[in-house]
């Protein structure tokens, strides 16, 4: 049987920022107080008029010329932020990537989307049905939340990220090694966009709380400490390993408070966790792709240490993987050209 291999990575972050304090103040809030509870110094935004799409494409480019590849045999996208209801994104990815007609699909499950999205694309490899997948996740963020909003508006960003995976051996670096997923849809309005679907289409005037995300904070964050620590157990359970056999733990980076919760739970060094939430903020679906990114660039992992993802979002729904990092070559997630980053007033 083919085993999934990582064989190239990449993310980008739209030019754009907005830093904390900037949008406390235009909050109305007290200059540190965003950063104090969230950890997030900055956050980017896309350009009006840029969508999911655009930044898909832009971290796909980037992980295909990392695993030095021009096509692969399926793409995923996880996404909650469609350019469009219909169709889904995937397809005019592949479209502007010049992949053909290979298939490609939509993964909405939130925040935990990208190890969902990873999770099928190594099912795609080991069942045969493809010999590599390029795994996306890609959000606007800002065009789901209500900037006056307190409690979500300070949080998000926008961005993408993405692996290519390709068909390999059981002993190569890089190998998938495994996947926990669950959820609990019992709890979906702890994190709702009410108006858009079809229960309630966009026909006649809403209140904008109606149009936006509303997060239950308190909640959210019981439940995703809760939910992570408990995959990551049983996915360290699944795969015969101790925590400590773990080199690093990349979190969906929501909130540093979370993920050093997390932490404690799992009895891990803080100085394991990866984390770029400081200045990315919650990108959800990108959240993962992005986080390794940026410790590839920075040399905080390494080829062949050992990564446990593990992510938690709206669903509610959840799901950890293991994987040992392969040597790859990775481009920063900013701007193509680095002079042309901007600071955006909120």
């Known amino acids: 049987m083919s085993h999934a291999v990582v064989a190239g990575v990449g993310g980008f972050v739209p030019a754009d920022h907005v830093d904390s304090d900037t949008l406390s103040r235009r909050l109305g809030l007290a200059d540190g107080w965003v950063q104090s ?3 997030i110094e900055r ?12 930044l898909a494409v832009e971290s796909g480019r980037r992980a295909l010329a990392s695993a030095d590849m021009n096509t692969v045999d399926a793409l995923i996208v996880a996404t909650a932020t469609p350019d ?5 994104t995937a397809p005019a990815v592949a479209a502007e990537l010049g992949l053909g007609p290979v298939p490609a699909f939509d993964i909405g499950a939130v925040c935990a989307g ?12 080991e069942s045969g049905l493809a010999g590599s997948v390029l795994v996306a996740g890609a959000e606007v963020m800002s065009a789901v939340v ?11 960003g926008d961005g993408a990220g993405a692996l290519v995976l390709r068909a390999g051996g059981a002993d190569e670096a890089g190998r998938v090694e495994g996947f926990d997923l669950g959820s609990d849809g019992a709890q979906a309005e702890l994190i709702r966009v009410e108006v858009g679907g079809s229960r309630q289409p966009y026909r006649g005037v809403f209140e904008p709380s109606a149009t936006t995300m509303r997060m239950n904070g308190k909640k959210v ?7 992570m620590s408990e995959s990551c157990a049983a996915l360290l359970g699944r795969t015969g390993y101790a ?4 080199d690093r733990v990349v979190g969906h980076q929501a909130n540093v408070r979370i993920l050093h919760a997390i932490a404690r739970q799992l009895d891990l060094p803080k100085e394991r966790l990866v984390t770029n939430v400081d200045r990315v903020g919650n990108t959800s679906a990108a959240s993962i792709p992005l986080a390794l990114v940026d410790a590839a660039v920075a040399g905080e992992i390494r080829a062949g240490q050992r990564l446990l993802l593990t992510a938690f979002g709206g669903g509610l729904a959840w799901g950890s993987a293991m994987l040992t990092w392969p040597q790859v070559t990775v481009q920063p997630s900013g701007s193509s050209n680095p002079h042309s980053e901007r600071h955006t007033e909120a």
């Not at 990208?114 to 190594?122: E, N, S």
């Open 43 to 54: 956050r980017h935004y896309a350009e009006p008029g840029v969508g999911t799409t655009a």
């Open 37 to 39: 509870r969230t950890g």
């Open 221 to 227: 964050f019981t439940e995703a400490v809760t939910r």
């Open 84 to 88: 469009h209801p219909i169709p889904a």
């Open 243 to 246: 925590i400590t056999d773990v």
């Open 146 to 156: 209500d900037p006056d909003d307190p409690n979500t508006g300070p949080l998000f």
């Open 114 to 125: 990208y190890v969902y999205a990873l999770a099928v694309g190594a099912s795609l490899i």
